[in-house]
């Protein structure tokens, strides 16, 4: 996925939460972007949205 096309993925996910009046973090945009660019594999993914629920 380009960068552009996540860029304009993780605006369209924030925007559409603001919506719902929840918000996202610095970490939890940090780590969905680490996912989409491929840097980290999902079972990964997994495990560090998991510490970030349970901070």
């Known amino acids: 996925m380009s960068q552009?096309?996540?860029e304009e993925a993780m605006n369209y996910a924030k925007k559409s939460?603001?919506?719902e009046n929840m918000h996202v973090t610095k970490e939890q945009s940090k780590l969905?972007?680490?996912s989409l660019e491929g840097k980290i594999s999902h079972?990964?993914?997994i495990k560090k949205a998991l510490e970030l629920a349970n901070e």
Request: hydrophobic share 40%; proline share 0%.
């Open 4 to 6: 552009k096309k996540i």
């Open 17 to 19: 939460l603001e919506l």
């Open 32 to 34: 969905v972007k680490e």
């Open 43 to 45: 079972e990964e993914f």
